[in-house]
């Protein structure tokens, strides 16, 4: 079965820099999907990304896909105190249901 | 901006007890979804729901569980008969014929 796994588990940073979180995963991927939690709320959609792109961004997000190595990464830069968060990638494959990683826990110190 | 709403936001039961936890999709989306999280565990997907059924479930998803669009608005997610392990976050999601899922805030079910 699909398995996305993010690491770091835990990163910490400074505000002004860049974080960097990446997911590998095990099956073919119809597409990756990124989300934001903050504690004990719900899940925010961040990005998605197809199979069939190599990199995309949304304002301070870039995300790439490498489908060769099943993996992916999000960079979120000049990070700011709100952006403290859990960051989750999620793949979609041939059916509709997302598969969650395990999550990066992101703080950012102001 | 539409968004998925979830209630209660949290659920104290006891071991045994039937609950309903109850979402309202965004209006016009087709796609509706339940899945858990566990404290400190992984998002994990139990159902999906499309044309008035089941399209898919999980292995969590057993004989306990069970949902239901009893009008059109609401998607409501049944346990019959609560276990300690039930007790995780319930996010309902829905979506229209693209990909991204829209995920409510979710309720906390503690089983006691």
């Known amino acids: 079965s699909q398995q996305g796994e993010e690491d770091p588990q835990a990163l910490s940073i400074q505000e002004g820099e860049n974080a960097t979180m990446n997911c590998s995963y095990k099956?073919?991927?119809?597409?990756l999907q990124w989300y934001r939690q903050n504690s004990g709320r719900g899940l925010v959609h961040l990005i998605l990304?197809?199979?069939?792109?190599r990199e995309k961004h949304s304002g301070r997000l870039r995300v790439t896909l490498d489908t060769s190595k099943k993996s992916s990464s999000l960079l979120i830069t000049a990070s700011r105190a709100a952006d403290t968060a859990s960051y989750f990638c999620a793949t979609r494959g041939a059916t509709n249901k997302l598969i969650f990683g395990t999550g990066t826990l992101l703080a950012v110190q102001p | 901006e539409p968004e998925v709403t979830q209630t209660p936001s949290h659920q104290v039961t006891q071991m045994g007890q039937e609950v309903i936890l109850r979402c309202v999709p965004i209006s016009n989306h087709l796609y509706f979804y339940w899945y858990r999280q566990i404290l400190g565990q992984k998002v994990e997907f139990l159902v999906s729901?499309?044309?008035?059924?089941?399209?898919?479930k999980s292995e969590i998803f057993d004989d306990q569980f069970s949902v239901e669009r009893p009008d059109g608005s609401n998607f409501t997610l049944k346990i019959r008969s609560t276990k300690l392990e039930d007790s995780a976050m319930y996010f309902c999601?829905?979506?229209?014929?693209?990909?991204?899922?829209?995920f409510g805030p979710g309720t906390r079910l503690t089983v006691l």
């Open positions: 990304i197809r199979s069939n792109e």
């Open positions: 729901f499309y044309n008035n059924e089941i399209s898919e």
């Open positions: 999601a829905s979506r229209t014929m693209g990909n991204e899922q829209f």
């Open positions: 099956t073919s991927i119809n597409n």
